[in-house]
């Protein structure tokens, strides 16, 4: 399993599910990994402008990940607040 490796994966998915539904937020959490999940916002927003906002965000996603590990939901704004989801 990816959360087994020594590599620190992080998981991006516009998928809220892994946070609304209990099944699926229990396996994300059984699985060790970490990761982000878009903001509603993501979806009416042009590819190539989401490309923009996580090549800019990446620096804070990677200090955060090295911070605590979890689910953080990443905003569709370059300064809004990346906001820790419970698992």
């Known amino acids: 399993m990816l959360g ?14 892994i946070y609304r539904n209990k099944a699926q937020r229990a396996a994300f959490r059984a699985s060790g990994l970490s990761g982000f999940v878009l903001a509603p916002g ?4 042009p590819v190539h402008q989401q490309a ?11 200090d955060l990940m090295r911070l605590s590990r979890g689910l953080y939901e990443l905003p569709v704004t370059r300064s809004g607040k990346i906001k820790q989801l419970p698992l």
Request: avoid cysteine; proline fraction near 3%; aromatic fraction near 18%.
């Open 4 to 17: 087994e490796d020594d590599a620190h994966w992080i998981v991006i998915t516009g998928d809220y599910r």
């Open 42 to 45: 993501y979806q009416k927003t």
């Open 52 to 62: 923009s906002i996580l090549l800019w965000r990446w620096p804070d996603m990677e």
